[in-house]
């Protein structure tokens, strides 16, 4: 908008505007101007936030015979002094501008910035939030195995088929660049395999997008995303000494219910373990009732391995699988972790409602507390939200 009323003409070259030294003072207007309108939006909902030059950038230079000009790219963000203002309770805004070592001002690219900077930070969760319609089966090449909706819209993308869907839509091929869907997708798949959990690309110009993405299975964008499962895989035989001793700490402080080496062998296919280095860190198990229902049980993290979220993950593994087989909800049973389980999505139930033959055998003496999650709503499984 500040660029068209004072008529500055900027290029683009894939993707990137190119723009001269007279242009920068008004890229920074601009730049500022939507910084500024962010924080008053903030401001009106009584959110600190505070505008920095975090950012330090570099020339991008001339690259292929083309002068990029004033336009640059992220050499350091400054995550330290960043932390430190969200950890005053303050939201960071960044321009889209960033300062060389000597103090020189160039053009960044926003969406880089923001994939720089989820990586920087260590973040769960990146949104694109734009003017992009669905990324859909109408408009570009995939394969089998990526999930459409039934109206062609690609809802989600692992590391690899991400890098599979770019290489088959010529993502580095001339006639692609300046499409932006494969420019967020590579994006995405940059920012996944930099550790990001889940990338969002959503259309902005929709109200509550981010809420319909994060809180409908299917979302209403495309999300690149990691495999957060690969480390999980079935138990064998082999696996029951390991997992029996992973158990026995929580069985001696009441959490789990002891259960023999036997036990383990007879119910060995309804557990998985999750496996780093051909080392057992964490098992878990999703038993099947009658009634459409399964049980979530036996979940176990070896001790020094709590704190990297390994037990959320074969929950939300054993979720996904349940749903997947069919069942209508899964519940647990549980002494000391009902709040655990809360953050995952399960809400208090009654034993009234848990299957027949588990009413049975439930252990009044135990009196554990029960709870449930119903697979046809939304739940926190960790991949869409």
């Not at 000009?69 to 992220?74: C, D, L, P, Q, S």
């Not at 890098?163 to 994006?187: I, K, S």
Request: glycine content about 10%; proline content about 2%; overall charge negative.
């Amino acid at each position: 908008e500040i660029l068209d009323r004072y008529n500055i003409e900027t290029g683009r070259y894939r993707g990137v505007r190119i723009a001269n030294a007279e242009a920068i003072p008004f890229i920074k207007m601009a730049a500022f101007d939507a910084a500024n309108r962010i924080m008053t939006l903030l401001s009106g909902h009584r959110v600190n936030a505070v505008i920095g030059n975090w950012v330090r950038a570099r020339s991008l230079g001339v690259i292929d015979g083309v002068d990029y000009g004033e336009a640059g790219a992220v050499d350091r963000i400054h995550v330290d002094l960043l932390q430190g203002v969200i950890n005053q309770g303050s939201l960071p805004i960044l321009p889209c501008v960033g300062w060389s070592a000597s103090g020189r001002p160039y053009n960044i690219s926003s969406r880089e910035l923001a994939t720089d900077l989820s990586t920087a930070l260590g973040v769960s969760k990146l949104f694109f939030v734009g003017e992009l319609g669905a990324i859909t089966t109408d408009h570009y090449t995939v394969d089998s195995g990526m999930e459409a909706t039934p109206t062609g819209r690609i809802s989600r993308l692992n590391i690899d088929q991400a890098e599979r869907f770019l290489a088959l839509n010529g993502h580095h091929d001339d006639q692609a660049q300046g499409d932006t869907g494969l420019e967020l997708v590579g994006l995405g798949f940059k920012a996944a395999r930099g550790g990001v959990e889940r990338v969002h690309i959503v259309d902005g110009r929709n109200e509550g997008v981010i809420l319909q993405e994060l809180f409908s299975n299917l979302g209403v964008g495309t999300m690149v995303h990691a495999d957060q499962y690969q480390s999980i895989r079935g138990m064998t035989r082999r696996d029951v000494a390991d997992v029996y001793r992973l158990m026995q700490p929580l069985v001696a402080r009441g959490i789990l219910v002891n259960r023999t080496e036997e036990e383990l062998h007879e119910s060995h296919d309804d557990f998985v373990v999750f496996e780093t280095d051909k080392m057992i860190h964490g098992c878990g198990a999703l038993h099947f009732y009658d009634d459409h229902q399964g049980e979530i049980a036996g979940i176990a993290v070896d001790e020094k391995y709590e704190r990297y979220g390994i037990g959320q993950r074969i929950v939300r593994f054993l979720i996904e699988a349940a749903r997947r087989a069919g069942l209508r909800q899964v519940f647990v049973l549980t002494t000391q972790t009902s709040d655990w389980f809360e953050q995952l999505g399960f809400v208090p139930g009654n034993l009234s409602e848990v299957p027949e033959a588990k009413r049975q055998r439930y252990d009044h003496n135990r009196k554990s507390r029960i709870l449930f999650v119903d697979l046809d709503t939304r739940f926190d499984d960790g991949t869409q939200g």
